[in-house]
DNA sequence: CAGTATCCTGCTTGATACTG
DNA sequence: CAGTATCAAGCAGGATACTG
């Protein structure tokens, strides 16, 4: 009951000296997870990604990449074929991932519907316009 | 192998009209989260939550934490003692969240290392300067 | 195709001061 | 104590044009 407890749960959960791009529910940055996520059934090429990533400019589909890439969760291979080709896909590490990312998104789609209508009844209640 | 498998993996995910701030990742905006875990072993008073969150501003509490509220992810309860006094405590909607968080937290903790490696041999690679 | 280079805008966050 | 109001700043994200 002390203020023991409120200490920090994780220390690098709250430091900001750890890239806090790191925090663990935000994997990377606004689009780390959704691209691990594109790449669960295989790899894919870049304008393959920007597709489910509904048009995601190409610099930060770049910029995303290349952090992913970076922190070893992707591979980047590019191809010499006649035309350019570079394919990108998950290491053993970033395929671990998806299993906590499972469980984020299973408990999201399960209440879902519950968020929206306590969203509805909020918005409800303060009618002051 | 067709394009088939690109589309989003779920409608909500990758839809921008459905707000972001509800993709599975992301729960909330980049404090929803650690909140919540704040709140786990009990409720916690308004400048209670803002220890372990390292001096978060008010203004940016008070907003994540009417956010949370808006979504029935926790409540807002004032006492009327001589001081004022407010306390923020978990919905089970917001208990229920802790479950798949955990799943997250575990893995990054399992796998910080492995990612500060990734990194640091990055950095290592392009010696550019 | 797979990017890179710029420019630009908006949101998120923070600092500070003030209130009931 | 628990906010609200305001101002200011930084960065993520997007649009566009260009390159190998």
Redesign the interface.
Known sequence: MS?R??????A?????VCP?S??????GD?WG??IV??L??GP?RFS?LR????GISAKVLTQSLRGL?????ITRTAHTDTIRRVDYALTP?GR??L???A???????E??D??L???E??AGLDRTA
Do not use: H, T, Y
Not at 12 to 16: K, V
């Open positions: 203020e407890s409120l200490e920090p749960l994780s690098d959960m709250f430091d900001p806090s790191m925090s663990p529910i935000r994997i606004k997870a959704l996520r594109c669960e059934d894919r393959e597709v489910p990533l509904r890439e970076r922190d070893g969760l590490l671990s991932m299993v906590p990312m469980a984020v998104c299973e408990w999201a789609d209440n879902w519950r968020l209508d306590a969203r009844a909020a």
